[in-house]
């Protein structure tokens, strides 16, 4: 019976684009295993590399959307070297509309180094919203492509390191994930720099990450989206997190922003293992994939109280599903997507 109900729950699904992976052509039988169990059409691979980091001449995304043909859409990943330099700005924008024109990249990916890692030769850290990215956010608006952007990190990061800690599992295996005592910036300060680039750039949208960069607060997300009409939002690695709060709750902000939201996982697939949605323990098979994906579907679509999470490594609470209508879904999991990265998928 229960297989029964699964099946047809699977089949009413609609198709899946997954918004936030980081995929190694080294992995393509692999993901293509993966992507067909899950029923997702096609990943958005964040990690799609540049021309400085490539032996052939082409950024590393290429060569897996050439193994996966219609089941892979990159994101161009700037090289930070020469960061210092005057003409990098200029230099990062030409190869991500070169990646756009020649290779059919749909994306800007820059990941949380802006911010919390990189930076200038004094040692001060790069502010989010430093000048020498402008020219990054400029072609990406010029070329119609969204920015998906990661700033600051979970809340507890910045919080004592200590078994008192809502995420101590996690911080015992990457203590490294720690920003307490450091240099970096207030968490909130991170945030609200990239509202100022976001406000600054209007013709650009900006895909704000893991839950609008803010899973701990609904209440800031909501008012991100309304703020600023050039942002969305992706899911990933963030369920286990948004699902603490009140299921009403995140219910009404998926509704309100209903064509704003996109279906993201940040699995991590490459030679050297998968990565769901945070490292840590055992290294996780192929059926952990599936479970992981199971569990994000269960969590949407179901009214389930004191579900399992997604990612048990951030940590040992449940969470409480939201039951979004067909209608949300079909945004969510699919349209919204195909919209902002401006593609057709028939294949399944
Ligand atoms: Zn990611």
Redo the contacts with the bound molecule.
């Keep these: 019976m229960l297989t029964s109900l699964l099946a047809l729950v699977l089949a009413s699904r609609p198709p899946i684009i997954d918004a936030?992976?980081?995929l190694s052509w080294k992995a393509a039988d692999r993901i293509e295993h993966i992507r067909r169990a899950a029923g997702v059409v096609a990943y958005l691979n964040?990690s799609g590399g540049n021309y400085s980091s490539t032996l052939d001449g082409v950024p590393a995304g290429v060569r897996l959307a050439t193994a996966l043909p219609g089941h892979i859409l990159n994101a161009y990943t700037p090289d930070f070297d020469g960061l210092d330099e005057p003409w990098w700005g200029v230099r990062e924008a030409m190869g991500l509309e070169r990646s756009v024109r020649e290779h059919g990249f749909v994306a800007l990916k820059i990941?949380k180094a802006l911010g919390l890692y990189l930076r200038d030769p004094a040692g001060a850290l790069i502010d989010v919203d430093d000048p020498r990215f402008f020219p990054l956010w400029e072609r990406a608006g010029e070329l119609g492509v969204p920015v998906f952007i990661?700033v600051a990190d979970p809340k507890a990061f910045w919080e004592p390191p200590t078994p008192q800690n809502e995420r101590w599992d996690e911080l015992q295996a990457h203590p490294e994930w720690s920003f307490w005592g450091t240099d970096a910036p207030p968490r909130l300060e991170l945030l609200y720099a990239l509202e100022r680039v976001i406000e600054a750039h209007p013709q650009t949208t900006f895909v704000c990450?893991?839950f609008g960069n803010n899973a701990e607060d609904p209440g800031y997300v909501s008012g991100l989206l309304d703020r600023h009409p050039n942002t969305a939002i992706d899911l990933?690695?963030r369920i286990p997190e948004v699902g603490r709060h009140p299921p009403e709750v995140v219910r009404a902000l998926f509704e309100r922003h209903a064509s704003r939201i996109l279906f993201a996982t940040?699995i991590?697939v490459s030679p050297y293992g998968l990565v769901l949605g945070s490292s840590g323990g055992e290294t996780p098979t192929e059926q952990d994939a599936q479970v992981f994906y199971e569990r994000h579907f269960q969590y949407l679509e179901t009214a389930d109280r004191g579900m399992t999470h997604p990612t048990p490594i951030q940590g040992p609470w449940t969470i409480d599903a939201i039951a979004l209508s067909e209608e949300v879904l079909e945004r969510v999991y699919y349209r919204n997507a195909a919209e902002l990265l401006r593609v057709t998928l028939s294949a399944r």
């Design positions: 936030h992976a980081h964040l990941s990661h990450v893991h990933g690695a940040d991590g």
